[in-house]
């Protein structure tokens, strides 16, 4: 017989979890009996929400979820923001919390840490919230999450376990781990989606952040189809660089809402259509007039923002190998689409507009500087830029929280996700001084894992696009120019590195001393805007 908790850690490492965030409270104390000899990795954040963005790097780093060890009460509120986030783009994450005894639940008592209902407060930012009222039910619960995480679309999941269950004694039995396969997209659909595509005269491919796994395919599927193509944020890299079919995240711009308005068939893989990928400017200008194939592994996704002529619940990959056997080489018509693209980028002109311009020096740097680096990016002036014209060589090389919920403070907690997940790759943090600000305390668990972690800081002393926003809608500035704090000073007190940085070139050289740190280096740009 092992505790509840003890079991915890059994299925954890079988799900093939290894890392966990957390830190330790009087309410997850059973949480961590035997953890020394779990084989799991603990990492202690500063702040709840930091274990959260951590997790959230990890997996988008990866493809795989992390786990969260969070208190009771206080903790849950913390981490609620970044399970937001991961809610929002479907990032796989698994939180496990305390919360209070059985008997005294809903009872509004006074107890330590209590809420009314914890689980109906982190109900709205997961797939699914479950308060574990029995040890013996940990199993199949568990198995519930990752059917969420393996073969739907993923999200956060949240289990709470009672201050009393957390002890109690079930059998050490063997564990049985399901093996969960996506679902297939029908025969049916996939002949008729065929059909149309293979005689499409202007077709178009929207790739989201549901096809980040699908590389390969995605782009044999979208040159056989010699069809233009737009990537999501979330998918950048999907086409890898320089591929003559990729528009990139255009679908807010003039150019590339009158291709998108004049394809006749346009094929939808994994992405929600939302507004912070198709329609950044919010004026519902996005417009799709042809006939729309969706595909998507969550059924009432097909049906949310546009509804499609085709709906196809499938995982992408599935749906895209189905397809291209389908389409054999020829089956369908040339249409010179990389001289369509090639025009529309020279309409777009991204690299000349002034939201773009001031920053694309600076994103050039990093790309040449370390060009297998992961860049993670917060809510800031280059980052939005980046977002228009970055060309990453593979997907999950490049995200940030501009998408979705849209929080700040994302980047830091992220990239030591994303560094602890893959320390094999570079990893940039790309953060404003204001959006720092919000976790900046996650240096110090850079600094206790040692990570040569790079955090690029666009420091404009305070919220440079809000003042944009202010001022060129007349509002008087408010709320937004900031006294930004002296980095260097706070990176010396954390035991990191500073430098300051004032040309790209700078920028470059300091970036490639980077990877031989011990510890991360603050590279501080003094910015304008």
């Known amino acids: 017989m092992i505790s509840c908790g003890q079991r915890l850690l059994k299925l954890l490492a079988a799900y093939g979890i290894d890392t966990v965030f957390g830190i330790p409270g009087v309410h997850t104390i059973e949480l961590y009996r035997g953890f020394d000899a779990s084989g799991l990795r603990h990492v202690t954040p500063r702040h709840e929400q930091g274990a959260g963005f951590m997790a959230d790097g990890y997996a988008r780093a990866t493809g795989r979820p992390a786990a969260c060890f969070i208190i009771t009460g206080p903790g849950m509120t913390n981490i609620a923001t970044a399970m937001g986030q991961a809610l929002a783009d479907s990032v796989p994450m698994l939180v496990v919390s305390g919360v209070n005894r059985r008997d ?19 109900a709205g930012v997961s797939v699914f919230s479950h308060s574990l009222l029995d040890a013996s039910a ?38 049985h781990v399901p093996r969960f396969y996506p679902p297939g997209a029908a025969k049916a659909a996939l002949d008729e989606a065929a059909d149309w595509l293979a005689v499409a005269e202007r077709p178009l491919v929207l790739l989201g952040g549901g096809c980040a796994d699908t590389a390969d395919s995605a782009r044999v599927l979208v040159e056989r189809l010699d069809a233009p193509t737009m990537t999501t944020i979330n998918a950048r890299g999907m086409l890898g660089e320089a591929h003559p079919l990729d528009l990139g995240n255009c679908s807010s711009l003039p150019a590339g809402r009158q291709l998108a308005a004049q394809a006749d068939v346009i094929l939808a893989l994994g992405t929600e259509l939302g507004e912070t990928d198709y329609d950044l ?110 060309d990453m060589p593979a997907p999950r090389r490049w995200f940030n929280a501009a998408t979705g919920y849209g929080t700040l403070g994302y980047a830091l907690p992220a990239a030591v996700g994303a560094a602890l997940a893959v320390p ?26 040692g990570l040569p972690l790079a955090v690029v800081i666009w420091n404009n002393q305070g919220y440079g696009e809000i003042r944009r926003y202010m001022d060129n809608d007349k509002v008087a500035r408010e709320g937004v120019d900031l006294c930004a704090p002296n980095f260097a000073a706070l990176a010396e007190g954390f035991g990191c590195e500073h430098r300051h940085v004032e040309t790209p070139d700078e920028l470059i050289a300091t970036l490639r001393t980077v990877p031989e740190a011990q510890a991360p280096v603050l590279i501080e740009i003094t910015a304008e805007d």
């Open 138 to 175: 940990l199993d199949e619960v568990m198995a519930r999450a990752f059917a969420v995480f393996h073969s739907a679309r993923p999200g956060p999941v949240h289990i709470e376990i009672p201050l009393d269950v957390m002890p109690q004694k079930i059998p050490d039995a063997p564990i």
């Open 424 to 449: 094999e790759r570079p990893v940039i943090a790309l953060v404003g001084d204001g959006g720092l600000m919000f976790t900046l305390s996650e240096l110090a668990t850079a600094r206790d894992a």
């Open 281 to 390: 400017v919010a004026d519902d200008g996005f417009v799709l007039n042809g006939r729309l194939i969706r595909v998507d592994i969550e059924p009432q996704q097909l049906a949310r923002n546009r509804l499609p002529e085709l709906a196809l619940v499938s995982q992408v990959g599935e749906a895209i190998d189905g397809l291209l056997e389908r389409l054999p080489e020829g089956a369908a018509q040339q249409r010179n689409s990389a001289a369509r693209v090639a025009d529309v980028r020279q309409a777009l002109a991204l690299r000349e507009r002034p939201d773009v311009a001031p920053y694309a020096n600076w994103l050039n740097a990093m790309r040449e500087a370390l060009p297998e680096a992961t860049i993670v990016g917060d809510s800031t002036g280059p980052v939005y830029a980046g977002n228009y014209i970055i």
């Open 104 to 122: 005294t639940l809903g009872r509004g008592q006074g107890r330590l840490h209590e809420l009314p209902s914890q689980q109906q407060t982190l």
